[in-house]
């Protein structure tokens, strides 16, 4: 059995847990930044941008997100999560809209690539810090 719960942390966000054996918890920030200014607003406040890493993950954060756009952790080189670790699941194939899109977005229940300068909601990790600061992805 799977519950979501939401508990009020402030004004704009909106921390959801998800009660089964990843122990997955996601803050809802309702606030546009950029790809980069989203991650550093995460990593101060909580822990990161969201990293999905199941088809569980992915349906929840797709119904609360309700059909909005929001920032989830994924970026472009080699498909990596922004606490550097690779992509074990992918909710479709990822491909840039442009030469210049490399970041990941969750958009109308789809995952898309978009430009990284793009101001846009977001949804961070809400886990333990598992990084170091040395780890911080850096965007042009």
Known sequence: MYVWTGLHLEMTDWKWSLEDDTDAS?????????????QIYCRERYTDL????????NHHIMMLADGRSFWIGLYRGQWK????TPVSFQKQNLQPNSNHASCGQLNHHKWRVVK???PTF?????????HTPSQLIHQR
């Open 50 to 57: 969201a990293s999905v890493r199941s088809y569980r993950e």
């Open 26 to 38: 996601f803050v809802f920030v309702n606030e546009t930044k950029t790809w980069k200014d989203a």
């Open 122 to 130: 977001f949804v961070s990790n809400n886990k333990p810090y598992e």
């Open 81 to 84: 999560w922004s606490d550097g």
């Open 116 to 118: 990284c300068k793009t």
